[in-house]
Nanobody
């Protein structure tokens, strides 16, 4: 049974950092695409950062390029999202997701098959 468990969210001041984690189980983690998505109140779920299985290519949304980094710890079946220089507009519930393909596709919600429960990130002074 595929399971994804998100953690690491919290309240941080503008300019601060957080690292989100997604613990995966029930599938051969290293071969599949994993993505981080976020949903702010009243908005749709958008792709933030995605990572392909196997070759480890990554894709980041323009709004987070240079600030967010997605990485995998293969030994621990965990994906991290390092978020630096956080801004109030980064406030959202963040979800990790897995796709039944090695390709991250277009890093959009409709292409991903399994989802974590979400973790709240709030950026405020």
């Amino acid at each position: 049974q595929v399971q994804l468990v998100d953690s690491g969210g919290g309240l941080v001041q503008p300019g601060g950092s957080l690292r989100l984690s997604c613990a995966a189980s029930g599938f051969t983690f290293r071969y599949y695409a994993i993505g981080w998505f976020r949903q702010a109140p009243g908005k749709g779920r958008e792709g933030v950062s995605c990572s392909s299985g196997g070759d480890g290519r990554t894709l980041h949304a323009e709004s987070v390029k240079g600030r967010f980094t997605i990485s995998r710890d293969i030994a621990k079946n965990t994906v991290h999202l390092q978020m630096n220089n956080l801004k109030p507009e980064d406030t959202a519930v963040y979800y990790c997701a897995a796709r039944l393909s090695s390709s991250f596709g277009r890093c959009v919600e409709s292409q991903y098959n399994y989802w974590g429960q979400g973790t709240q990130v709030t950026v405020s002074s």
